[in-house]
T-cell receptor, first 115, second 111 residues
């Protein structure tokens, strides 16, 4: 597609539930990134894929968070046993290559609210 | 932890004035980038400056980089109300590594 697409745009869930957030990157972009952003803060790095593999997952806060990119295109961020502190906007970005100057194109984000 | 720290946290100016935002970082970098975010939207890339560059221009934007002081500044000249947004600096430690963002400066340009 023309841009990075994220679905859903808004998700409200209850504490303890499982959530999946989807990211469809720009066609041909090999690198894909997940960030989360709380109100008034900068984006916080979660995980970065180069192709199908996670090149850096050091930002995932704990083992409730997991992300996949099985075919090197669409990625899904999965959050188990959600907690109220998981509420944030989850941003996905893609770039043409993970090497060199990685200029990111961001999606509009998925706003997650955990009640 | 955040690599970049912007200051000021918030800046309010009149249309036509220049806006200067600063970013400091802690470790050595490969590139430094500036992004803009309108309220409720994703971030948009503005400009990239490499670690061996000192100044770069793009339209009304001017970016400087001082690697000895580990700092960068973003200057927006002749500001417009449409420039109202949050501005973030982002650094990567080496080619192909993740981008780390600062906390941002909220710029308000009053018409």
């Amino acid at each position: 597609g023309a841009g990075v697409s994220q679905t859903p745009s808004n998700k409200v869930t209850e504490k303890g539930k499982y959530v999946e957030l989807r990211c469809d990157p720009i066609s041909g972009h090999t690198a894909l990134y997940w960030y989360r952003q709380s109100l008034g803060q900068g984006p916080e790095f979660l995980i970065y894929f180069q192709g199908t593999g996670a090149a850096d997952d050091s930002g995932l806060p704990n083992d409730r968070f997991f992300a996949v990119r099985p075919e090197g295109s669409v990625s899904t961020l999965k959050i188990q046993r959600t907690e109220r502190g998981d509420s944030a906007v989850y941003l996905c970005a893609s770039s043409r290559t993970g090497a060199g100057a990685n200029v990111l194109t961001f999606g509009a984000g998925s706003r997650l609210t955990v009640l | 932890s955040q690599q970049g720290e912007e200051d000021p946290q918030a800046l309010s100016i009149q249309e036509g004035e220049n806006a200067t935002m600063n970013c400091s970082y802690k470790t050595s970098i490969n590139n430094l980038q500036w992004y803009r975010q309108n309220s409720g939207r994703g971030l948009v890339h503005l400009i990239l400056i490499r670690s061996n560059e000192r100044e770069k221009h793009s339209g009304r934007l001017r970016v400087t980089l001082d690697t000895s002081k580990k700092s960068s500044s973003l200057l927006i000249t002749a500001s417009r109300a449409a420039d109202t947004a949050s501005y973030f600096c982002a650094t990567d430690a080496r080619s192909g590594s993740r981008l780390t963002f600062g906390e941002g400066t909220q710029l308000t340009v009053n018409p």
